[in-house]
C-alpha cells in the first residue's frame, strides 16, 4: 500500500506540476477557478458506545472552487482515503482502503490587500473497506464541517494561515464473517483549529502546510493553483 500511495503522490506532483509553473510568455488572466491536490494524515477518536477507537486517517485528493464570484463559490473534493485503528480487535492489522467525497460551499467575508477571510462548509463522504480470511470490515463516514480560515501576508511570498473548524463525524461500520453486526461510531461535534503557513510560488501558485488540532489531529500539505 505504502509503495501505491508513492506512486499516486508521485503521478499527481507529475500532473500538477503544469500547472504551478506559469507558462513562458503567457498573458495574466482573472482567476476563476481554484485547484489544489491535498495530503493528509489526521488522528482521532471515535466511540462505538463503549469504547473509544483511536483512528488514523490518511487522504490523498484534488479538490476546486469555481471562484468566479466572491459571495458563494460551490466547490468539490475527491480522493483516495486509507483509514487504520490501533486498539479495536475486529481491525487489527487491517487497513480499509477506498475513496472520499467532498461538496463545499465557501464565502469570501474578506478580500484585502494583506488580510482575508473565508467561511467554508463541507460534507464529507468517506467509504473504505477491507478484508482477510475471517473477516470484511467496510466503514461509511460521514462529516459535516464548517471552517472559518483568516490568512495574512507577512511578505510577498510568505503567508501565515490560521483558522477555527466545528464539526463531528458519524459512521457505520459493517463487519460480515465470523462477526456479523454494525457498529455506530460517533465523535464530536468538536471545536478546534488549525494553523500553518503558505509559500507563494509565483503564477498564481502556492503551496502550504498545516498543522489540525480540531476534529482530527496532525498534518496536512496542499498545491495550489488559481485559473
Known sequence: M????????????????????????????????????????????LNDGQQDINTTVKQLGIASFDTEQRTL??????????????NQAVTAGMELEGFYIAPALRSVLLDGRRLTATLTATYLYQ?????????????????PQLELDVKYHLSRQIVLVAGGQYGRIDADEKLTGTIDQTLTLQTGPTLGYR?????????????????????????????????
Request: net charge negative.
Open 195 to 227: 494553523a500553518g503557513l503558505e509559500f507563494d510560488l509565483g503564477g498564481d501558485g502556492q503551496v502550504g502546510i498545516l498543522l489540525h488540532r480540531a476534529i482530527g489531529d496532525g498534518v496536512e500539505i496542499y498545491f495550489q493553483r488559481q485559473f
Open 73 to 86: 463559490q460551490p466547490g468539490l473534493a475527491v480522493g483516495y482515503a486509507y483509514v487504520s485503528a490501533d
Open 127 to 143: 467509504r473504505v473497506k477491507d478484508s482477510n480470511a475471517d473477516q470484511t470490515v467496510t466503514l461509511e463516514w460521514q462529516q
Open 2 to 45: 505504502k509503495y501505491r500511495l508513492r506512486r499516486l503522490g508521485s503521478l499527481c506532483l507529475a500532473l500538477l506540476s503544469p500547472f504551478i509553473a506559469p507558462s513562458a510568455g503567457a498573458e495574466p488572466l482573472a482567476a476563476s477557478l481554484d485547484f489544489a491536490l491535498h495530503l493528509s494524515r489526521l488522528d482521532t477518536s
